[in-house]
């Protein structure tokens, strides 16, 4: 598990036992658990089939469900956490996920893999608001009384007068409990065969532009001003664009380590580098041409990666029986 601050750890732990609380009679099942592919760019605007010589598109799929009680039917699920509200589902931020390129990426793979989707489960947790603070005189006779905090069992042997991460986990999951739809909400997104033919095509001209930025060595900044600045947070290139910075405040780390390389030459294209092309070219030269990642990753990346981990230890507790599961890893398309 990665190394990440306790508290972090405790909203980890209070959202995972809230979202097995509210999904205890959800029937759907894990057939798949990271699968990784890698298949060609076909460009599906020429008259006779041909593929992308220099790329192919790759990624690994998290997660696919069925439901028995469904049968044939097969979904993608992708977990996502938000500190935006999730309840209203015709707010801005469902649209957004509705237009999302990752399920489409996922799904044109499965499709050429042989594979029907029936959609992919948008899966949303909402990243709690509390903070730790400190604990009042009516929490602290509770812990005195009964050694439990907002109902949860609290075993410390003494009570300080700040809430520790494991007060803390047990208010998270005292307001997770109460208003559960206010933490985790789901909304089923179809792809029809019209988008993934969009998508296809959007994948092989985008390959094509990365090929002449790479041959001509010129990858302009396309991402200013609004990719500089997203969500409030400066891209982490910033610096470098502005001349103020070095590479030497940078680690050299290969663009797609967590994919296995085929030694067949082909360069790989993911959701991510392609999505980091569209948002900036110079953006993407950094990351995945020149291989740069800033030394002090963010704590909501290591919040991310960490909370990735409890929800595959999550699924791989409600795995379908070995014959009913689905393998992708290194099936290739000739
Ligand atoms: S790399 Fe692109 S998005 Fe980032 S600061 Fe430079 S111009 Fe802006």
Redesign the pocket.
């Known amino acids: 598990m990665t190394d990440i601050d306790p508290y972090d750890r405790a909203t980890i732990d209070a959202l995972i036992t809230g979202y097995r609380d509210h999904y205890a009679r959800d029937t759907y099942r894990a057939v798949a658990i990271e699968q990784e592919f890698r298949l060609p760019i076909f460009n599906p605007n020429s008259k006779r089939v041909s593929t992308s010589k220099t790329y192919e598109y790759a990624g690994k799929i998290d997660l696919l469900v069925d439901d028995p009680s469904q049968p044939g039917k097969i979904w993608l699920m992708d977990h996502k956490t938000t500190s935006e509200d999730i309840e209203n589902p015709a707010s801005s931020f469902w649209m957004r996920l509705r237009n999302a390129t990752q399920p489409t990426h996922y799904q044109l793979a499965l499709k050429q893999l042989g594979f029907e989707i029936d959609g992919c489960v948008w899966d949303v947790i909402k990243k709690p608001s509390i903070r730790p603070r400190k604990i009042t005189k009516e929490e602290k006779k509770e812990l005195e009384m009964f050694s439990t905090y907002h109902g949860v069992l609290i075993d410390m042997g003494y009570v300080p007068d700040i809430e520790q991460p494991e007060h803390y986990a047990a208010r998270v999951l005292s307001d997770i409990r109460a208003t559960p739809g206010k933490y985790f909400q789901r909304q089923i997104v179809p792809r029809t065969n019209e988008d993934l033919y969009e998508y296809a095509s959007e994948l092989f001209g985008i390959s094509t532009r990365i090929r002449e930025c790479e041959t001509d060595g010129r990858f302009f900044?396309?991402?200013?001003p609004h990719?500089?600045t997203l969500y409030s947070r400066?891209?982490e290139?910033?610096p470098?664009?502005v001349r103020e910075g070095s590479t030497f405040d940078y680690v050299q780390s290969p663009g797609h380590s967590e994919l296995e390389d085929q030694g067949d030459g082909l360069k790989i294209l993911t959701n991510s580098s392609l999505s980091m092309f569209r948002?900036?070219e110079?953006?993407y030269r950094?990351r995945y041409v020149d291989g740069l990642k800033p030394i002090y990753e963010s704590s909501s990346l290591g919040f991310g990666s960490a909370f990735h981990v409890a929800m595959n230890n999550f699924w791989a507790d409600r795995l379908a029986p070995e014959s009913e599961r689905i393998y992708m890893k290194g099936v290739t398309v000739e």
Request: with cysteine.
């Open positions: 900044k396309t991402g200013e990719s500089c400066s891209c290139y910033l470098l664009c948002q900036c110079r953006k950094y």
